[in-house]
Nanobody, 120 residues
Framework: QVQLVESGGGLVQAGGSLRLSCVVS????????MGWYRQAPGKQRELVAT???????TYADSVKGRFTISRDYFKNTAYLQMNTLKSEDTAVYYC??????????????WGQGTQVTVSS
């Protein structure tokens, strides 16, 4: 059973920083892709940042220059360093991963989410 567990959310003042972590556990062959998404109250879930197994990275325009996504391949962990936080960054942040099993079948997994609240 593959699981994604996020941590690192919390309450921070505008201009502050937080670092989110997403650990992938379970029995699998490889992680093809990891990403961070967020969902604010009353809004649709949106992409924040993604990183492929080849370290190709994409960011939403709203976080470029402020957020940094990275991966630790040995720890099966993805990180999201969030700097210069704004009130509009307040949301539940979800980790997403496309993971390949030992039969090379790929599946999409989500974490349970971690709340980030930025006070102005």
């Amino acid at each position: 059973q593959v699981q994604l567990v996020e941590s690192g959310g919390g309450l921070v003042q505008a201009g502050g920083s937080l670092r989110l972590s997403c650990v992938v556990s379970g029995n699998f062959f490889a992680i093809n892709y990891m990403g961070w998404y967020r969902q604010a109250p009353g809004k649709q879930r949106e992409l924040v940042a993604t990183i492929t197994s080849g370290d190709k990275i994409t960011y939403a325009d709203s976080v470029k220059g402020r957020f940094t996504i990275s991966r630790d391949y040995f720890k099966n962990t993805a990180y999201l360093q969030m700097n210069t936080l704004k009130s509009e960054d307040t949301a539940v942040y979800y980790c997403n991963a496309i993971i390949r099993d030992w039969n090379s079948a790929a599946a999409d997994y989500w974490g349970q989410g971690t709340q980030v609240t930025v006070s102005s």
